[in-house]
């Protein structure tokens, strides 16, 4: 059944009222009829069954049932990715999303080949939101993971620090196993991830964020592309706290 996400004040009365481009792609795209069911989240971890009404430049469906959505996790992960070139990106946020991450931030740090383009930064953020909402759609989530604007190393270290915890995933010495880290976290709300771009972390970036309290774990004995280890981090906690 066709999942979309609207806002709490779409709905009033028992009625959702659809708009933009999911209004669109209701009518002209599925060309769906009155009668038809649809399923509405209205971001707050709550799942409508609805059968659709009107068809105008908006789209209203009549709530039929509601029910609690159970595919989200007992914690909020927090990841920030390393800023990867072409378009891994895309990648890490659709399996990041499909894995049950909370919201996704990139970052700049010294072994980025990336570097944000400021001009270009507000019309690439909207379209990995773009790419989140689709993943959330497709997974069945209960919210809509936010995709933040880049931001330095420095800012991901500072709200990393303000987590429950912070892990950085690093492949360098005194890290320790990313399976004895998580034993630690079972009463952790907010986990901040973080992984780095193609050439890692430096020396220096990795004694930083140590320095601001980050766990240092590893994540086994292969080295994993970056559009791979965000993937891997976010299964290995489903594993821990999930199943």
Known sequence: ??????????ITDGIVTIKGDDAHHIS???????????????MQKNEYDCV??????????????????????????????????????????QKAVECGVYDITPFECERCIVKVKPDAESAKTERRCRIALEAAKQSGRGIVPVVNPTCTFSEMLSRGAECDAFIMCYEGDGTIGLKTALKDLH??????????????????EAEAARAAGAYMAGLGGRILRTETAAAFALACLVYEFEL
Not at 1 to 10: E, L, S, T
Not at 71 to 77: A, F, G, K, L, M
């Open 52 to 93: 659709l009404e009107g068809f105008s430049s908006v789209v209203t469906a009549r709530i039929v049932s509601e029910s609690k959505i159970n595919s989200e996790p007992p914690y909020r992960v927090h990841l920030f990715q390393g800023l990867p070139k072409g378009d891994k990106l895309d990648t890490v946020i």
């Open 1 to 10: 059944m066709p999942r979309f996400f609207v806002r709490r004040d779409q």
């Open 28 to 42: 002209r795209s599925l060309r769906m009829a009155a009668g038809e069911h649809v399923t509405v989240c209205d």
């Open 187 to 204: 009463d952790c709300r907010d986990i901040a991830i973080v992984i780095g771009p193609e050439g890692g972390f430096s020396l220096a």
